[in-house]
């Protein structure tokens, strides 16, 4: 069965450092999303991407954050410069863009910054 | 804007018997979709079930079902004869579907524990 991929599976960097966090979605879905989970909270959206470009970003996805599509499978996640408040598990997620469509998860990135 | 509420965050059960997990939901949107997730200790998100807003019946999906009021705003899912592995935390989502966007928005969770 399909499944989105994601790397690595924990990152730890320090703060202030670029990180870039890897998904490749399910092959014949058209968007693509990236949600993270401080510890403990709950999941929170930040940013869909459709035909190549942002469709939809929430507050936390400030000028910090940019995604990318670089090439026909993968889809990144690349935070600037990180901050202790960035640790946390994001995950993408990918949909066929039916009008009700479920999102599929990956199996998440567990950033640290230290 | 849309809230997602689940008020137990944590449940016991014991196995082979069934349990429902509450999920109450606010929107203006006049058509939206709810979700059910499941993440294991592991960390992945698992899609569980679906159900739409204009659905006239409830969704089922094998041991999981979706206890849908609309009147009453509520979401719950229902996992019958429950099994070991269905400890996990158990998330509700939901997110309009005529506007375009397609962010799901999430509840704080419940987390399941299932009794041998």
């Known amino acids: 069965e399909p499944e989105v991929t994601q790397t690595p599976s924990h990152q730890v960097t320090q703060m202030g450092q670029e990180v870039i966090l890897r998904c490749v979605p399910i092959s014949n879905h058209l968007y693509f999303y990236w949600y993270r989970q401080i510890l403990g909270q709950k999941v929170e959206f930040l940013v869909s991407f459709y035909n190549n470009e942002i469709s939809e970003k929430s507050e936390i996805f400030d000028d910090q954050f940019s995604v990318e599509r670089p090439d026909g499978s993968n889809f990144t996640l690349k935070i600037r410069s990180t901050k202790l408040e960035d640790s946390a598990m994001y995950f993408c997620a990918s949909s066929e863009g039916r009008s009700y469509d479920e999102q599929f998860f990956g199996p998440g990135t567990r950033l640290t910054v230290l | 804007a849309q809230k997602i509420t689940q008020t137990q965050p944590g449940m016991f059960v014991q196995e082979k018997e069934a349990v429902t997990l509450d999920c109450t939901y606010d929107?203006?949107?006049?058509?939206?979709?709810l979700f059910w997730y499941k993440q294991p200790s592991s960390g992945e998100m698992i899609f569980l079930i679906y159900?739409?807003?204009?659905?006239?019946q409830n969704a089922t999906e094998g041991r999981y079902s979706l206890n849908f009021q609309k009147a009453r705003k509520s979401a719950n899912l229902v996992i019958s004869a429950s099994q070991l592995g269905d400890s996990a935390m158990y998330f509700c989502a939901m997110r309009g579907l005529d506007t375009g966007r397609r962010a799901l928005t999430f509840g704080s969770g419940t987390r399941l524990q299932v009794q041998p």
């Open positions: 159900q739409g807003s204009y659905d006239q």
């Open positions: 929107t203006s949107d006049p058509s939206y979709g």
